[in-house]
């Protein structure tokens, strides 16, 4: 029997493989190719507090942007371990951008007070973070296979049933499961998210009685630009912390409308103004770049100019048409600050799918990243402290039908539905609406995938309703 099953190859999943030790049996299971995960296209950076004096510094910025939502106990066990995390990594080979001098370069981005985000070849920090820990796991990772359902009897998990990519059911046992299944993006038709996430662990724990909590907080974009194929890429918030502008067709930069910080102003802020300026005036807004010399794009945004070049645009001379768009959840499956899931003797969820509070209602721009790496390895150590094990017993396979025909129509109802009631800003009345129409998707003939995706879609509608005042980045209109 396997020892510690990791569900997703995110940063999360491979940093918590690291982190066992080789005499271990561990395997890493993945729902498509290991890099399909959100922590692959992550852009800015990782936040680390400096030293052991910025500590305090970095706390009082996440519990601020949190609005003070935050749990200070999951931020003083982010912060306080930020340095020990990032010591290991560097030690372990891993290379941050450097100054001419030869050390770490740390930039700025909104809402904390110092330069504190470490970043790698310029704006690609999770594709080469996610390599080089694809490189250091020593354990198994098996790819295309999608959990279907964890195995739970009298509180204890034996382990989770798999869809294989020969469409086979099966078990796999293992002595503790760890969920690292990142956040909840495909529920919403304009998504900064790898297509693969799309809450089906959070609907399952929902199906197995397990609390989520906070689902309703959630960050949207303000800057993406929103390609052909719908997909939402997303135009990194350092651009404008670069002179990069927001304005509409007549070259107006109206943010000054909402906030006097204009471009700089806080991510939610931003995306609202967007929202509400396109909805009043029906305009196209565009990010522009005018005042950016081309070959200080190239190499302060080598991936982001080589993507907006491969659309077809000419940089730094066209302005970018932009959208805001669905990007990170804060709530997710409850945790302890070892990870570890009440109630349920040996499960584990770290990453963004878990909700220890450490993002409060707002979370502080790269922290997710650091999150990544801090909560895993403490799931981990903890695991190995308490060795649980038990008797196995097992489980069949029940017959289901996992998709049906009318899945995809319905599936892009909800992404509508998401996106136009449950997005940016919410009414009460859109929000009584939309529960309604999901509990009528989920009384349909549905396949069980869908039905995962849709139970979390409804805690997120049912959680907004009981949130009746704005909090962070939720916002409600009664
Ligand atoms: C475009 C973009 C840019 C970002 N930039 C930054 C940044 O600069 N700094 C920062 O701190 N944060 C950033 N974030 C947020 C950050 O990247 C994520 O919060 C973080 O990487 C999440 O890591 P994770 O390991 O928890 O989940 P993910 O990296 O999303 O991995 C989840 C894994 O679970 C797998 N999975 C999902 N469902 C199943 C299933 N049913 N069965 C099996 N496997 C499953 C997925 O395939 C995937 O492998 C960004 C996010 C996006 C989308």
């Known amino acids: 029997m396997i020892d510690i099953l990791i569900i997703g190859s995110g940063v999360a999943g491979l940093y918590a493989g690291v982190n066992t030790p080789k005499s271990k049996n561990c395997l890493i299971i993945t729902k498509g190719m290991p890099w399909q995960s959100n922590s692959f296209y992550a852009q800015g950076g990782v936040a680390t507090a400096l030293n052991k004096k910025d500590i305090q510094l970095h706390i009082n910025d996440t519990m601020k942007a949190g609005d003070n939502y935050c749990s200070l106990e999951a931020v003083k066990a982010l912060s306080e371990n930020s340095l020990s995390v990032i010591d ?107 297509k693969s996430i799309s809450g089906d662990l959070h609907g399952i724990c929902i199906n197995k009685g397990i609390e989520l909590i906070d689902m309703e907080l959630m960050q949207f974009h303000p800057t993406s630009y929103i390609s052909k194929d719908k997909t939402a890429n997303l135009l990194s918030e350092a651009l404008r912390g670069e002179g990069a502008l927001i304005v509409d067709e007549y070259n107006r930069r109206f943010l000054f409308d909402y906030d006097e910080r204009a471009e700089l102003a806080p991510r939610d802020v931003v995306s609202r103004a967007i929202f509400d300026y396109q909805q009043k005036n029906s305009t196209k807004v565009y990010l522009s770049f005018e005042n950016f010399d081309k070959n200080f794009f190239k190499i302060r945004f080598p991936n982001i100019y080589k993507t907006l070049s491969e659309f077809g645009f000419t940089l730094p001379r066209d302005k ?18 070892n990870g570890k899931i009440p109630n349920i003797k040996n499960l584990y969820a770290i990453g963004e799918v878990a909700c220890t509070r450490v993002h409060g209602a707002n979370r502080l721009a790269s922290n997710s990243l650091l999150e990544t790496l801090v909560f895993p390895k403490r799931a981990i150590d903890d695991i190995l402290s308490k060795n649980f094990n038990f008797k196995k ?65 409804k805690s997120i509608v049912k959680q907004a309703l009981n949130r009746k005042k704005s909090l962070g980045a939720h916002y409600i209109i009664n």
């Not at 001419?100 to 470490?118: C, D, F, P, V, W």
């Not at 080469?128 to 250091?136: D, G, I, R, T």
């Not at 086979?168 to 956040?183: N, R």
């Not at 449950?422 to 998707?441: A, C, M, P, T, V």
């Open 88 to 194: 290991d990594i560097i030690k372990m080979g891993f290379e941050f951008d450097k100054d001419e001098n030869g050390k770490l370069a740390y930039t700025k981005e909104g809402a904390h007070s110092s330069k504190r985000i470490l970043h790698a070849n310029g704006d690609a920090t999770g594709r080469f973070l996610h390599s080089f820990l694809m490189q250091k796991n020593p354990h198994a990772i098996e790819s295309n296979l999608i959990v279907t359902d964890l195995l739970i009897k009298d509180n204890i998990c034996y382990g989770v049933e798999v869809l294989d990519s020969n469409n086979k059911l099966k078990h796999i046992y293992a002595k503790s499961v760890v969920i690292a299944s990142g956040g909840i993006g495909s529920l919403y038709k304009y998504s900064t998210n790898e």
């Open 320 to 337: 970018i048409k932009i959208s805001p768009a669905y990007h990170y959840s804060m709530g997710g499956i409850k945790t302890d600050l």
């Open 393 to 457: 017993i097992d489980f069949k396979i029940k017959d289901k039908e996992l998709e049906k025909k009318d899945d995809l129509k319905i599936e892009l109802e909800l992404q509508n539905l998401m996106w136009n009631f449950i997005g940016i800003i919410r009414y009460k009345d859109k929000l009584k609406f939309s529960l309604q129409e999901i509990d009528k998707f989920l009384s349909s003939d549905i396949g069980e995938l869908l039905k995962f995706k849709l139970l979390t879609a």
